[in-house]
């Protein structure tokens, strides 16, 4: 293979396309995958759009505001860059997150016209995310057509959840149309339980784990045996914890009653509980967790939305700790997990019933290991990486060609 700018290829490339964000990163094609440059286009849609470039040597971001007014528009702009930095002829495949697999896809497959049917016709379960990630798939199969294209499944880790946990209380019929609850961000279950496996005492893995991914959309895993046995998130990842602009789960009744009194239809719900909620629309000032614990002091509104967030995702932990039968380990992770010691202070408040006691000085160094010497559950801190994730199941696909 010929030398590029980010040394020898064959690589992998791997897309993330959030609701407003496009995550995007080039790895070296060895097992394990090695991370080459990864780039993050934000505020997609809006027109200061940001596209973030972080290189795999040097972890310096160089950041430039630039229109982009959809995720196809940003995926081109990234290929005509790709091809002038490594040559897409040195790109060996294309990895991407597809946050919904419904009830057809339990693993990592490669695209195929089929796929694409089935993912267009599942579209509605959850069109935050759906639609944009066909879009990227269909902007690199018209780019380079032919190309080794693989959909990596957030709903996957989940897939075997057990059928109690599954089935909705809703008029049986609707369990044979698909409406079940699926769980999400399994990409990064995946990835969390391969670092526990790692960096984890001996048989910590198998043990009784929660899973807290918190980011801008948040979840939290009781995984036992290595198996994802109840999640906070259901039918769509608009459910669970309150996140970012997302409600989470509320009482089905509110759909009716405004409705009822202020004529609201579907489209406008939506939006509601998928934009305009959670900490955003709690604290009227930022869905960004940095931006209220910066303003919780002076500001009610910002104190009762991180107050809001903690209270339920201890709620979480207590009820998947039920489920498990108790906690031997609890993992914090994504962007708030990972980065808000404050937040994980007040997550793991008064959880001494539980075994869960964090060092505050560990906390707020934000050590890899945050419980006290004689805790009883050990709480650690793993930084999450669903790219890599991506990038480990196409190299295993490609190995299986
Ligand atoms: N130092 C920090 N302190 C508090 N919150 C942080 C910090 N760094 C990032 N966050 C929060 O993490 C969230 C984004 O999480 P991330 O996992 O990066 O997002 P995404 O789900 O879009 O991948 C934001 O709410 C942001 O405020
Ligand atoms: C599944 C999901 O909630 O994804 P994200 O956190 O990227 O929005
Ligand atoms: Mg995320």
Known sequence: MAQTAFGPGPFILTVNGGSSSLKVALF???????????????????????????????????????????????????????????????????????????????????????????????????????????????????????????????????????????????????????????????????????????????????????????????????????????????????????????????DPGIIAYLARTEGMDVERFHRMVNAESGLLGVSELSPDMRDLLAQEARDPRAAEAVALFCYHARKAVGALAATLGGLDTLVFSGGIGEHAAPVRARICESMEFLGITIDPRRNQAGEPVLSRQDGQVTVRLIPTDEETEIARSVHELLGME
């Open 28 to 250: 070296r094609d060895e097992n394990p995958p090695v991370s080459m440059v990864r780039c993050l286009f934000s505020r997609i849609g809006f027109p200061d759009s940001l596209m973030t470039v972080v290189s795999g040597t040097t972890k310096k971001p160089e950041s430039r505001t630039l229109a982009v007014p959809d995720h196809a528009a940003g995926m081109d702009l990234l290929m005509h860059w790709l091809e002038q930095a490594v040559g897409l002829g040195n790109i060996r495949a294309v990895g991407h997150r597809v946050v919904h697999g419904g009830v057809t896809y339990s693993r990592p497959e490669r695209v195929t016209p089929d796929m694409l049917a089935e993912l267009r016709r599942i579209s509605p379960y959850d069109p935050e995310h759906l639609p944009s990630e066909i879009s990227l798939i269909e902007a690199v199969g018209r780019r380079c057509p032919g190309l080794f294209q693989a959909a990596c499944f957030d709903t996957a880790f989940h897939h075997d959840l057990p059928r109690v946990a599954a089935l909705l209380p809703i008029p049986r019929r609707y369990d044979a149309q698909g409406l079940r609850r699926y769980g999400f961000h399994g990409l990064s279950c995946a990835f969390l339980m391969r670092e526990l496996t790692r960096v984890g005492k001996t048989g910590e893995a198998d043990g009784r784990i929660i899973l807290a991914h918190l980011g801008n959309g948040a979840s939290m895993t009781a995984v036992r045996r290595g198996r994802s046995i109840e999640t906070t998130m259901g039918f769509t990842p608009t459910s669970g914890l309150p996140m970012s602009r997302r409600s989470g789960d509320l």
